[in-house]
């Protein structure tokens, strides 16, 4: 048997195995999102297991594509891994398991669950434990271990079995002819079988992840064990560093003693040289004061001086305006007394002035006879509104008559409102005459004037 894992670079775990004549490539992807949705499950992992045989992996080509014995054996298949994987660890989420079959030679099935369990193992897909498989048959009447393809073509029977490491069996298949005493026998062979199996997956399994940290522990041990050697060759060169090492603390040393000698006078110095400061700062202090409240003095007197001159331009402004106005009274009077001049001068002005009289006069007695019409028309309204209060007396003191009906109106040109009335006078009807029953007296249509009349 031969076994290599992280064969394929896509997958997320991938393995290649060579068993007798058997040559089984498989790649496992997941967990991942799993597509149909309806096809994912809220409380585990959906496994999904694909078995396919290629056309050229037997001696008659192969249809390709999948056929009722790939189905059954990708079913079965993956019932034999669910109660191994940790599928419950991952809720609606997928894992593939492809299984591609390059070369056939009986026990296909049994291969590819051997390489499966490998490959789901590289992927980091958390299991129970490993799944080993072999099968059992029946050749010339005696019970043999893992069939060829000629024994499992001209065999008496075929007896494929799964199991954990821990024995527990996920698959079991017969075809054939077999006694429960031959199916004993075949078990504990099959036992033997996949404890071998399971040795051989082991070993491959750590040799891909204990490798990694054997080769560098031993390449830290190669290094450790050169540098010792290598130690008595590089004392030279320590010796030199130590001695310029040396070399250098001792001018730091004499530097320091020179530096403590100027720190010292610096002491002695310091004082004096503070004390210079001080009386100069002093000094300086003073001269600025001074020159501040000269300056200080100087700006409070200039302002007084602007407001004695400003004062003084403003009288000379305030006296100057008066003047002016003055000037300006005195040249309007001049003119005044010219314009009166020249107008009591001028001869036609008077004639002007008795036009004005006159008409003066005539509006007035235009307005004296407006007043006399105006009571004229008074005093005849008076007349007349006594004329007719005096008819609304007579008028009010004539019996009044019953309401009579009023036949439509009738244009009549050169009548007499009097004739009219004396015409409708005759036409008066007697008052209804009051029925002595349930029965009531109606006029004669013909006599009625109004339609409402008709309808009553």
């Not at 010796?239 to 250098?248: D, G, K, R, S």
Request: glycine fraction near 6%; hydrophobic fraction near 35%; aromatic fraction near 4%.
């Amino acid at each position: 048997m031969k076994i290599e894992i992280g064969v394929l670079s896509r997958a997320d775990g991938s393995c290649y195995l060579e068993w007798g004549r058997n040559k089984i490539l498989v790649g496992v992807f997941g967990p991942r999102e799993a597509h149909p949705r309806r096809s994912q499950r809220a409380d585990a992992a959906v496994i999904r297991y694909r078995y396919n045989m290629a056309s050229f992996s037997v001696e008659d080509r192969a249809r390709p594509g999948p056929s009722r014995r790939s189905i059954e054996i990708s079913k079965v298949s993956r019932e034999a891994f669910e109660p191994v994987i940790m599928a419950e660890l991952f809720p609606k989420t997928a894992i593939d398991i492809f299984v591609e079959v390059l070369q056939a030679d009986a026990g296909t099935r049994t291969a590819a669950i051997n390489a499966s369990s490998i490959a789901l193992a590289d992927a980091g897909i958390p299991m129970k434990g490993l799944i080993t498989s072999c099968a059992f048959g029946k050749v010339d009447g005696q019970i043999v271990l893992d069939l060829n393809k000629e024994e499992d073509n001209y065999g008496e029977a075929d007896f494929p079995v799964a199991m954990t490491q821990d024995g527990e069996i996920t698959l079991i298949q017969m075809d054939g002819h077999l006694t429960p005493e031959e199916i004993k026998k075949g078990l504990e062979l099959v036992k033997k079988g996949c404890k071998e199996i399971l040795e051989i997956q082991q070993a491959v399994l750590r040799k891909k992840f204990e490798t990694p940290v054997e080769e560098i522990s031993e390449e830290t041990a190669e290094v450790e064990k050169e540098g010792e050697k290598e130690e008595p060759e590089s004392v030279p060169e320590a010796v030199v560093v130590e001695e310029a090492l040396e070399e250098t603390e001792e001018p730091g040393a004499e530097i320091s003693e020179e530096s403590v000698e100027s720190a010292v006078l610096a002491s002695e110095v310091i004082p004096d040289f503070e004390e210079e400061l001080e009386e100069e700062v002093e000094e300086e202090f003073e001269t600025e004061e001074e020159e501040f409240e000269e300056e200080a003095f100087e700006e409070e007197a200039k302002p007084e001086e602007d407001l004695e001159e400003d004062l003084e331009e403003d009288l000379e402004e305030d006296l100057g305006e008066e003047l002016e106005e003055e000037e300006f009274e005195e040249e309007a009077l001049e003119d005044e007394a010219e314009f009166e001049a020249s107008f009591e001068a001028a001869p036609e002005l008077k004639e002007f002035d008795e036009i004005e009289a006159r008409l003066e006069r005539e509006a007035a007695s235009r307005e004296a006879e407006e007043e006399i019409g105006l009571e004229t028309e008074e005093i005849s309204g008076e007349e007349i509104s006594e004329e007719a209060e005096v008819e609304e007396t007579i008028v009010s003191e004539k019996p009044v008559e019953p309401e009579t009906e009023v036949e439509p109106e009738v244009e009549t040109e050169g009548v007499s409102t009097e004739a009219v009335e004396t015409e409708e006078e005759p036409e008066e009807e007697p008052e209804e005459e009051k029925s002595e029953g349930p029965w009531k007296v109606v006029k004669d249509p013909s006599e009625a004037g109004t339609r409402g009349e008709k309808d009553e």
